[in-house]
């Protein structure tokens, strides 16, 4: 049985496709201006690399902020359903996944067999997602990824206005001409990003165990201080920016078989 | 030759310093100044016996410390008055505590209390403070105190700040901003979030859309209107109603406020002929105060 999941998020689209469960195709494409056409190559490729062509696909399940922008889609599923269901597939103990993206964060709940129970979302406010740390680094002048080893070094966290993206560039930008530390200003930036994660997970309860999933899923600075803030051992997979696409791919197989 | 094209800067707003025409401050019994550094702009006022010499705004920099400094001496340019001639200053504004010349820092909301009280006299009950980082709505009474206020400042939403960042995404000068979003007839519903950092993405996806920058801007506008009148109405709006700091010059978001309220705002003085300016207001406040701690302290 093969299935397709998609997940059009606000930066990237992800395509994953499963035969029998197993991944045998993934492929990640930037939306830009036009998500759907994003969209139709990443499926492309996903394909290719499962040498399988559109018409194996039995059923294909749409996920993310551009749902509604999905080419080919057969059916759709929420965004925190899809969490639950890729999380459960990772990990069979995993009780919360906690997904941060480019512009949305969440916290989920689940039961044993992945079905969503309750989940917390971080809506209006840019503070907690991935962006935050994209601005952060133009600011400071530091490539993306040098963020989170760059953390890592600090003895200590820099005082910043760490409530709000826009705030929080400018003072960034005093505290370079104070010449303090960039690694300590990139500390402040990751612990003032998992403040506000953590206190999603923390309105649903500290429910283990905790996946951790989403672009931002991979970045290390994040993860540390998440870890120190939550101050419990966090499970990641190895490719946790899949895991939107890979739970509404669960999804697809399901609905798929129930159709036989 | 070679050409290049400097990249606009469609944020950055004018900057301006007067001194009072026929004025001498040789004559006065007391200088006092207000110090004013905001987190976009900072502001000075000098006063001679208690009335309006002259005034500078210009944006502050990195250095809060530098930008106090800066901002007085300009207010001072030209006039042969120095820093030594001025019996007190009061600083005031997010960087009040980083003004080096201060005798006293006080909080800006007593400051724009007083201040609005003196630009508009006894009749001012509410005053709505936007600058670049806060939004506060302020209860006073007809000496000028505060009676209650709340502020928001914690999100650039509905801020000074937002404005730019929106301004420079539309590619609109800033000082423009307000008269090309009521170029559209009627208002689009406003954006969905005024986070600015998603603001900004829905505002490409509306450009994307088809729809006008004017149309996108004025969406945008609607929706920091709302955010502020609904601190105003949790406040209490009592008339008069004024508006002070940097957005009161940004007649796109003064009209749909005055919609939303039902209120209209007290008339802005004429700058030239009177000193005074609502975005100076902070200062204004703190020139006074600088007064009245300079007299108090006489007396002692």
């Given amino acids: 049985m093969i299935s397709a999941g998609m997940d059009l998020g606000t930066q990237r689209v992800k395509v994953v496709i499963l035969k029998d469960q197993k991944i045998i195709g993934k492929s990640q494409q930037f939306s830009g201006f036009e998500p759907t056409k994003a969209a139709e190559q990443a499926l492309q490729e996903a394909l290719q690399q499962a040498k399988l062509t559109p018409k194996d696909i039995e059923h294909l399940t749409a996920t993310g902020a551009g749902v509604n922008m999905a080419p080919n889609a057969d059916s759709k599923i929420s965004m925190m359903g899809a969490d639950a269901k890729a999380g459960t597939y990772y990990f069979p103990s995993a009780r919360t996944i906690i997904d941060v993206g480019a512009e949305d964060a969440r916290a989920v709940k689940c039961d044993e067999n992945g079905i969503l129970q309750d989940f917390v979302v971080n809506a209006r406010c840019a503070a907690g997602a991935g962006t935050f740390i994209e601005a952060m680094a133009r600011a400071l002048e530091v490539k993306l990824e040098d963020m989170g080893p760059l953390s890592l070094k600090a003895e200590r966290a820099s005082p910043i206005n760490a409530s709000c993206v826009i705030f929080a560039e ?50 290390e600075g994040f993860i540390a201080s998440l870890k120190r803030r939550l101050g419990t051992e966090i499970l990641i ?24 | 030759m070679e050409k290049k094209e400097a990249k606009q800067e469609y944020w950055r707003w004018l900057e301006y310093h007067s001194v009072m025409p026929g004025k001498n401050w040789k004559n006065a019994e007391i200088i006092t100044a207000g110090v004013d550094v905001g987190s976009v702009g900072s502001k000075a006022v000098v006063m001679t016996d208690g009335e309006i010499y002259s005034w500078s705004v210009m944006r502050t920099g990195s250095n809060s410390s530098d930008s106090a400094k800066k901002v007085l001496e300009w207010a001072m340019e030209d006039t042969g008055m120095s820093v030594k001639d001025i019996n007190y200053i009061v600083g005031t504004g997010y960087g009040r505590v980083n003004v080096p010349m201060a005798n006293k820092a006080i909080t ?62 539309l590619q609109i000068p800033i000082e423009e901003v307000g008269k090309v979003s009521l170029s559209v007839t009627e208002d689009p519903k406003p954006v969905s979030s005024t986070c600015v950092v998603f603001a900004k993405t829905e505002a490409v996806g509306l450009l994307r859309q088809g729809w006008t920058k004017e149309k996108v801007l004025a969406a945008y506008m609607r929706a920091m209107a709302i955010r502020m009148s609904e601190l105003i109405e949790k406040v209490g709006c009592e008339k008069d109603f004024v508006i002070t700091g940097g957005q009161s010059k940004n007649i796109g978001i003064v009209h749909r406020v005055e919609k939303i309220l039902g209120v209209k705002r007290l008339p802005v003085p004429n700058l030239e002929q009177t000193g005074l300016d609502p975005v100076s207001a902070g200062a204004i406040g703190a020139a006074l105060y600088a007064k009245a701690l300079h007299e108090k302290a006489l007396r002692r």
């Fill in chain 1, 170 to 219: 400018s003072d960034v930008v005093s505290l370079i001409h104070k010449e303090e530390p960039k690694t300590e200003i990139a500390r402040a930036i990751f612990d003032a990003m998992a403040e506000r994660v953590a206190s999603m997970v923390l309105r649903l309860g500290v429910n283990k165990d905790i996946v951790l999933v989403g672009g931002v899923g991979k970045d």
């Fill in chain 1, 237 to 260: 997979p190895e490719d946790p920016i899949y895991a939107g696409a890979v739970g509404a791919a669960l999804v697809a197989a399901k609905r798929a078989s129930r159709r036989r």
């Fill in chain 2, 108 to 169: 800006e909301i007593a400051c724009h209390a007083k201040g609005a009280n003196y630009i508009w006299g006894p009749t001012v009950r509410t005053v709505l403070d936007v600058g670049g980082q806060d939004v506060k709505a302020i209860r006073i009474d007809e000496t000028g105190k505060v009676v209650s206020f709340l502020m928001n400042d914690k999100c650039a939403a509905g801020t000074g700040r937002g404005m730019e960042v929106i301004a420079d995404l």
